[in-house]
């Protein structure tokens, strides 16, 4: 799928929020949708959100969980309009309000110690709200409360996860010792796993996602799916991104902390972050955008980040 043209985005936001729009430029956010921020005339800026028709789905669940989130207190972006018919572009398209701020991971390394212990104030608050919604009909990430698409064990969300990225690597980059670490960790430890209950948690709220702005959290801007399983799950991804990007984790690890205690499940917050660093650097069939480039500096981070967390996860 190429990129639409800012022109076809500008006449898609004019037709569906009944103003013209006059800039529209990309930003290079979301693996699996074309991102753009659009202007008005009336000076209000909103975000655009272009997907494949196969995709059209994530849009409908985004709507759907907007509104069981703002239900409970979590900050989300109201939902302006869509189009999932390919009516005003050849692509489902959606209109969001603009929250203020940027990833956490494109502005962790310049927040103060102080303002990084607000962030992870402000995320402990988006988690306990979160588990104000019902648990799930089973495990995984589901567009709905009536999606049927869940596993019946957490460890089988897992196996997936860790199977999927698997099958897009190549041969050669298949025979690396973390694989293995992985795999065995995954069933030594599937006891403790498949004891957790289908809790609610923020699927894509990790190192990306998560809006901050004046070192406080402003918004959670994806919401295709809501997870339902390990709330530590999404932390494991986030530490792994920001150590992908810097030095340190700690605004993480602190908000992981108190999920932390108890046998084992130190080596199942390194098996969540060994997973995530296997799925970033597995080109992804859902991407619009591809993997980071093989020779760039995060690959290297994540290369040795994967083996760090394997072996802490296998480790008896």
């Known amino acids: 799928m190429k990129p639409p043209t800012e022109q076809a985005v500008l006449q898609a936001a004019s037709r569906c929020l009944h103003q013209e729009a006059v800039t529209a430029h990309r930003i290079p956010m979301g693996r699996s949708h074309f991102v753009f921020t659009v202007k008005l005339v009336s000076g209000k800026c909103v975000i655009a959100r272009i997907t494949r028709h196969d995709r059209a789905e994530c849009f409908a669940g985004f709507a759907y969980w907007r509104g069981q989130l703002a239900g409970v207190g979590v900050p989300v972006p109201g939902v302006l309009s869509m189009d999932l018919s390919g009516t005003v572009l050849p692509w489902p398209i959606m209109f969001l309000e603009q929250a203020p701020g940027a990833d956490l991971c494109n502005v962790y390394t310049n927040l103060t110690?102080?303002?990084?212990?607000?962030?992870?104030?402000?995320?402990?608050?988006?988690?306990?709200?979160?588990?104000?919604?019902?648990?799930?009909?089973?495990?995984?990430?589901?567009?709905?409360?009536?999606?049927?698409?869940?596993?019946?064990?957490?460890?089988?969300?897992?196996?997936?996860?860790?199977?999927?990225?698997?099958?897009?690597?190549?041969?050669?980059?298949?025979?690396?010792?973390?694989?293995?670490?992985?795999r065995r960790a995954i069933h030594e430890l599937r006891p403790e796993l498949d004891d957790i209950g289908p809790l609610p948690y923020l699927i894509d709220a990790t190192h990306q996602n998560v809006l901050v702005d004046g070192g406080r959290v402003t918004a959670i801007v994806d919401l295709d799916e809501v997870g339902f399983g390990d709330t530590l799950y999404p932390l494991g991804v986030a530490r792994a991104g920001l150590l992908a990007r810097g030095p340190e984790a700690d605004c993480i690890e602190q908000v992981a902390a108190p999920l932390c205690v108890g046998p084992n499940r130190q080596r199942v917050f390194d098996l969540y972050s060994a997973i995530a660093c296997l799925k970033m650097l597995a080109p992804s069939p859902l991407s619009v955008t591809g993997p980071p480039s093989a020779d760039s500096q995060i690959v290297a981070r994540l290369r040795a980040l994967l083996d760090a967390f394997a072996a802490a996860a296998h480790k008896e």
């Open 113 to 182: 110690a102080a303002e990084k212990r607000s962030v992870a104030d402000d995320l402990l608050d988006i988690q306990h709200r979160t588990r104000g919604l019902p648990p799930g009909p089973g495990y995984g990430g589901i567009a709905s409360y009536g999606d049927l698409r869940c596993h019946p064990r957490w460890s089988d969300v897992l196996w997936e996860y860790f199977s999927g990225a698997i099958d897009q690597l190549t041969p050669l980059q298949r025979q690396v010792p973390a694989i293995g670490h992985i």
